[in-house]
């Protein structure tokens, strides 16, 4: 089955950039959608379609996907980006296609 | 307002069963398709199962299959999730989620807990 890698952990300053990455074989050719939760919350899609953005999501959030890694970039990092942060695909060659990465907790300094 | 609101979970001996439900608002339910996926205690989200928006494909992950059964009915804009022979690993709060178009989930209901513990 398809295995998503990411860092457990991550941490930035205020005001910096944090890159979260999310590792897995060829993932460049898949779609990524990034989602971030909280403490006690629900996981919230902040990234999909490895660039796109819901409405609401400041643009403070991107990401980006190319061959065997796909990343999400959060810039001008604020207390409140601290969470947990997780990357999705779908793998369709699959009978259990629905596939999540480790996940990575992003500390603000 | 859209709204995804799961109920039915609680604290279930190893061996028993437990039936969830989604039950959705705000948005036309029966052409969405619908997936159920967990996190167990201080872990990361596990997907656990999917289905169609007519209910004609399912798919369930490899911990589940075989015990765990995913419906739906589109006249009560409900999603179910039949939990049978229950283990201490399955402990976990129970999230439903819609599918986007290309396999996004969004929105998300807040979450039911599953205790399963003698």
């Known amino acids: ?109 | 307002e859209v709204q995804l609101v799961e109920s039915g979970g609680g604290l279930v001996q190893p061996g028993g069963s437990l039936r969830l439900s989604c039950a959705a608002s705000g948005f036309t339910f029966s052409s969405y398709e619908m997936n159920w996926v967990r996190q167990a205690p201080g872990k990361g989200l596990e997907w656990v199962s999917y289905i169609s928006s007519s209910g004609s494909t399912i798919y369930y992950a490899d911990s589940v299959k075989g015990r765990f059964t995913i419906s739906r009915d589109n006249a009560k804009n409900s999603l179910y999730l039949q939990m049978n022979s229950l283990r201490a690993e399955d402990t976990a709060v129970y999230y439903c989620a819609a599918s986007g178009y290309d396999w996004w989930f969004d929105p998300w209901g807040q979450g039911t807990l599953v205790t399963v513990s003698s």
């Open chain 1, 1 to 109: 089955s398809y295995v998503l890698t990411q860092p457990p952990s991550v941490s930035v300053a205020p005001g910096q950039t944090a890159r979260i990455t999310c590792g897995g074989n060829n993932i460049g050719s898949k779609s990524v959608h990034w989602y971030q939760q909280k403490p006690g919350q629900a996981p919230v899609l902040v990234v999909y379609d490895d660039s796109d953005r819901p409405s609401g999501i400041p643009e403070r959030f991107s990401g980006s996907n190319s061959g065997n890694t796909a990343t999400l970039t959060i810039s001008r990092v604020e207390a409140g980006d601290e969470a947990d942060y997780y990357c999705q695909v779908w793998d369709s060659s699959s009978d259990h296609p629905g596939v999540f990465g480790t996940g990575t907790k992003v500390t603000v300094l």
